[in-house]
């Protein structure tokens, strides 16, 4: 498999984005763990800034077997957060839902089951019926649920996707790639609600009656697991879209066509062990507190200066003492002055490298002195003269 790898730093909010170089010993570490196994597609992502850190054949367009359920989790998440649906609800599973072979919760038609615990069937036993019964109380059929994943997908920019079906389950043409599973797989941890799913290794429905165990071995064996999805058919072999966070940094490793189970735990392994190892998130700040900046004519002296917004800088841990700051503040500025108003911009520096500016702004308001405020302080400094 050819090789391959992108590497860029990136920052929030207010930050820009820019390039670091590549260490080609690193990317030959994880590398060598997947060339090993023979993997047919993978990729790590950093979470927060979407940056990847290595990938292989990323955009081959591969079935991803249930691998597809980050989507539909997506989705139906989504509709939670926006109070279109609610846990409590109670979903009336179809003839069809109940119907659906291979990973299962065995749902009966007729069957009612809160979305609580479809979603938690979903997440930890990957339950194709409890999938089929979400997507239909969501849009009413799996193919209109289908036709809102494609175009969820568009949205997500994912180029190689096409989906068939909400489950995974073998269909020609029902495709994604490694690239595409990492941008959705991010856009779901981003829902503090899911990781309440997938962090479950062990559970119960009906009343624990039915026991789940989950299909995400790492949650066991990996320090730091968060997630996300296994999925595993004869045509698509064993995927995985697997997330783990330390030290305040979320990596997403996605494997597609391992040859077993094992290979595919050890592939998303090293390619954690290798982001974790690299690369750290840093939160960047001035060197020292910024000074108030005089303000003309204001109603005030001056106005205190502040960062736009939080600046996350994602660089190798070998340059994290190498992270330095450039202050440029406006001498004075004219009132009015507004909030938010731009006041100067901080540099952040990598070896000497600018790697980000982010706008410094007005803390808050200062009016302008009227005619009768102006005359006022003239008189004052007059009197305090004589």
């Not at 749902?107 to 615990?117: F, H, I, P, Y």
């Amino acid at each position: 498999m050819k090789q391959g790898r992108r590497l860029a730093a990136a920052v929030l909010a207010a930050c820009l984005t820019a390039a670091v170089p590549a260490l080609a010993a690193q990317a030959d570490t994880a590398g060598s763990a997947v060339n090993a196994a023979q993997a047919k597609s993978v990729l790590l992502m950093e979470r927060e800034t979407g940056t990847v850190l290595y990938e292989e054949n990323a955009d081959q367009p591969l079935e991803p077997a249930s691998v597809t359920k980050i989507m539909t989790l997506l989705l139906v998440t989504e509709a939670l957060d926006s109070g279109r649906i609610t846990l409590g609800d109670l979903v009336t599973v179809s003839e069809y839902a109940a119907s659906m072979g291979g990973s299962q919760v065995y749902l009966e038609a007729g069957e009612q089951m809160t979305v609580d615990d479809l979603l938690k069937a979903v997440a930890v036993a990957s339950g194709n019926d409890a999938a089929v019964a979400l997507a239909e109380y969501l849009a009413g059929s799996e193919e209109a649920f289908v036709e809102e994943m494609n175009q969820r997908a568009e949205q997500l920019g994912m180029e190689n996707t096409q989906f068939l079906n909400c489950t995974g389950l073998p269909e020609e043409g029902h495709v994604t790639s490694a690239r595409d599973i990492a941008l959705m797989s991010r856009e779901l941890m981003g829902h503090d609600l899911i990781r309440g799913y997938t962090t479950i290794w062990m559970d119960t429905l009906r009343d624990g009656e039915f026991q789940l165990a989950n299909t995400n071995k790492l949650l066991r064996s990996y320090s730091g697991a968060t997630g996300l999805k296994t999925g595993f058919t004869d045509s698509a072999l064993y995927c995985i879209s697997a997330t783990a966070q330390r030290d305040g940094m979320e990596l997403i490793a996605v494997v597609m066509g391992a040859p077993t189970a094992e290979a595919r735990s050890d592939i998303a392994s090293a390619l954690l062990d290798y982001g974790f190892a690299n690369y750290a998130l840093v939160q960047v700040k001035p060197g020292q507190a910024l000074p108030p900046v005089p303000v003309l004519l204001g109603q005030t002296a001056t106005v205190q200066p502040m960062l736009e917004g939080e600046c996350v800088l994602l660089v190798e841990k070998s340059k994290q003492n190498l992270i330095t700051t450039q202050v440029t503040l406006a001498q004075d500025v004219e009132a009015p002055v507004e909030t938010g108003q731009k006041l100067g911009e901080m540099a952040v520096l990598v070896d000497g490298v600018t790697q980000a500016t982010v706008p410094i702004v007005a803390a808050q308001p200062v009016e302008r002195l009227t005619w009768a405020g102006i005359f006022g302080d003239l008189v004052r400094q007059l009197f305090l003269a004589s």
